[in-house]
């Protein structure tokens, strides 16, 4: 198993390790505390969460089986070669613990908080159940084998594959609406940190092994990071240039009145929302 090279790459690798885990875990905190303050949750897509509730759920099994499995990483090494590091750190288990946890209290609050007209879209339901029973299949399919790292990497592709169409049904609702009312803006701009951060890191192992396999070996991380920046940018654009509103205290009463007739599911018509 391979070591570091450099001590100052491998102290960076660490920092920008955990200011990644830290932007990103405090980024759940803005949603959650502007729902808290407006009693409402008028405005952030339910199916964004739902299926961000997936992603991160399928993530976690991916880092927690790779990091802690001796017997996923032997595979990884007989794969990729034994001088390669193992491409998850302590950071990115304790983020996505913390991740599926705040995600699941944020749909907590959409049970107890004023929610308007917004449902749960049938198609976002179909997704989740989908992706799960198609989990469930390549857990048998893997069984005879003893294909763990094939087995998680069926888990990484589907936190990929959520990462890509979650933030879809806000960016729509955003678009809807003319407004980014509800949807937090602190979240956007910690989650673009986490990104950037998070890339530094991998570029730091990266360099200091002459290797880029940690990209490629690991191309569910590389590209959680590009989705994530991509889709931050343009929240970032609606927000400040596109839908810009001035500062005001909203009550759930204010939001239905403002928002109700346009809050619909944006991954299918009104007449399919349950």
């Known amino acids: 198993m391979s070591s570091w090279n450099s001590l100052p790459l491998e102290i960076s690798y660490q920092v920008l390790g955990w200011i990644a885990f830290f932007s990103w875990s405090f980024s759940f905190y803005p949603q959650v505390i502007l ?15 739902v299926l961000n509730l997936t ?15 001796p017997t996923v990483q032997k595979q990884y090494h007989e794969k990729y070669g034994l ?7 302590a950071n990115d288990v304790a983020f996505s613990i913390h991740a599926v946890l705040l995600t699941a209290f944020t749909l907590f609050q959409v049970i107890i908080y004023e929610r308007g007209s917004q449902r ?3 198609i976002s339901f179909t997704i989740t159940f989908v992706v799960w029973v198609s ?13 763990w790292l094939w087995l998680i990497s069926v888990f990484n592709t589907i936190q990929v594959i959520m990462t890509v169409i979650k933030y879809i049904p806000q960016a ?18 910690l989650d673009l940190l986490g990104g950037m951060t998070n890339y530094g890191q991998m570029a730091m192992q990266s360099i200091d092994q002459g290797s880029w396999v940690n990209f490629y070996g690991n191309i569910g ?27 005001e205290k909203f009550t759930p009463e204010d939001d239905n009145d403002s928002t109700a007739p346009l809050v619909k599911s944006s991954l299918e018509s009104p007449a399919e929302n349950v």
């Open 221 to 247: 991380k590389t590209l959680l990071s590009l989705v994530s920046i991509f889709f931050d940018l343009l929240f970032i654009v609606q927000h400040y240039l596109l839908y810009p509103h001035k500062k």
């Open 55 to 69: 992603k991160h759920s399928s993530y976690l099994i991916y880092n927690a089986v790779l990091f802690f499995s």
């Open 135 to 147: 989990a469930a299949v390549c857990v048998f399919v893997a069984w005879p084998s003893q294909s």
């Open 83 to 89: 001088n390669e590091m193992i491409p998850v750190a």
């Open 172 to 189: 729509v609702l955003n678009f809807t609406r003319k407004s980014t009312v509800g949807w937090s803006i602190g979240n956007i701009l």
């Open 35 to 49: 729902n808290f303050r407006r009693k409402s949750v008028v405005g952030l897509n339910f199916d964004f969460l």
């Open 120 to 122: 749960v879209s049938k």
